[in-house]
T-cell receptor, first 114, second 116 residues
Framework: EAQVTQNPRYLITVTGKKLTVTCSQN?????MSWYRQDPGLGLRQIYYSMNVEVTDKGDVPEGYKVSRKEKRNFPLILESPSPNQTSLYFC?????????????FGPGTRLTVL | AQSVTQLGSHVSVSEGALVLLRCNYS??????LFWYVQYPNQGLQLLLKYTSAATLVKGINGFEAEFKKSETSFHLTKPSAHMSDAAEYFCAVSAHGSGNTGKLIFGQGTTLQVKP
């Protein structure tokens, strides 16, 4: 089954404790992206990657890091989480960056930073 | 730059009634527009998309949307609501610009409640 998977689905952590949210897709997509969803704000892009070893900042990159060492994986790293990073996170992938392409979303990771 | 505004953060309809979720966009170039649905505890799923082929776009689960350039709108409709339609709905536009980033710009979302 074609899908985007994320782990963990739920995470409660404390301020400053480094964490990684994994994302993997099995569709051989070149493009991957991370969004955060906050009430009343919709989804906002954090980082994106057009291909292996090619990553760039989205609209809200502060406090996050990413890497793209393999085509299928695109982990999101919070080196020192803070309470304002409490949010619902989605990973998405797409065949490429063509504007009319559908993006496929993972199930989401709900993160709480205390 | 592009932007999307969804009018109404919550919409409540009775089962069997018409569903109308409003979306207005701003774009200086011809837009590519999307409607996604998010069921509880799930990721976003594409309902339909507008890519300039036809102004009336039909999607999954009986939903459709009409692109109206003069009104800069892309409202989502369904003739008869079903209990299973209760979810959050997002309108989005592909971000054009120098160096296409593949980004989607989302509206704030509209929660649809369906009453028995």
């Amino acid at each position: 089954e074609a899908q985007v998977t994320q782990n963990p689905r739920y995470l409660i952590t404390v301020t400053g404790k480094k964490l990684t949210v994994t994302c993997s897709q099995n569709m051989n997509h070149e493009y991957m992206s991370w969004y955060r969803q906050d009430p009343g704000l919709g989804l906002r892009q954090i980082y994106y990657s057009m291909n292996v070893e090619v990553t760039d900042k989205g609209d809200v990159p502060e406090g996050y890091k990413v890497s793209r060492k393999e085509k299928r994986n695109f982990p999101l790293i919070l080196e020192s989480p803070s309470p304002n990073q409490t949010s619902l996170y989605f990973c998405a992938s797409s065949p490429d960056t063509l504007l009319y392409n559908e993006q496929f979303f993972g199930p989401g990771t709900r993160l709480t930073v205390l | 730059a592009q932007s999307v505004t969804q009018l109404g953060s919550h919409v409540s309809v009775s089962e069997g009634a018409l569903v109308l979720l409003r979306c207005n966009y701003s774009s200086s170039v011809p837009p590519y527009l999307f409607w996604y649905v998010q069921y509880p505890n799930q990721g976003l799923q594409l309902l339909l998309k507008y890519t300039s082929a036809a102004t009336l776009v039909k999607g999954i689960n009986g939903f459709e949307a009409e692109f109206k350039k003069s009104e800069t709108s892309f409202h989502l409709t369904k003739p008869s609501a079903h209990m299973s339609d209760a979810a959050e709905y997002f309108c989005a536009v592909s971000a054009h610009g120098s160096g296409n980033t593949g980004k989607l710009i989302f509206g704030q979302g509209t929660t649809l409640q369906v009453k028995p």
